[in-house]
């Protein structure tokens, strides 16, 4: 069973590293804001996809997860929406700072 602290240790772990390669991008590209976050988004999906076709096949994965492509991409809509309906944190304004420098 998952506790909230290691939740939030991925939680960050997986920003921590998302951020700094979307950072790397703003910066050695020339490409829109908005371009660059959907590629972001883009690549959980990828991700998203190429963990579920490990999924597929009985006996590949001891987790147990069956994906249902409907309610998993429902989820992941979810959490985005969740998230930037929150408000900007200390760091995402580091961010925009960074993409402008
Ligand atoms: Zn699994």
């Known amino acids: ?3 909230d602290p290691e939740i939030e240790a991925a939680r960050a772990e997986l920003h921590r590293m ?7 991008a703003m910066h050695t590209s020339r490409l829109p804001t908005m371009t660059l976050l ?3 988004a883009g690549a959980v999906g990828a991700i998203y996809k190429e963990v579920a076709h ?3 096949r009985a006996g590949s994965c001891p987790c ?16 985005l ?9 200390t760091d995402l ?9």
């Open 1 to 3: 069973m998952l506790t």
């Open 18 to 24: 998302i951020r700094a390669a979307f950072c790397r």
């Open 64 to 79: 147990g997860w069956e994906p249902n492509r409907a309610e998993d991409v429902e989820t992941l809509r979810a959490a």
């Open 81 to 89: 929406a969740a998230t930037t309906d929150a408000a900007p944190s």
């Open 38 to 40: 959907s590629l972001a």
């Open 93 to 101: 304004r580091l961010v925009e700072v960074a993409g402008r420098a």
């Open 54 to 56: 490990q999924h597929c």
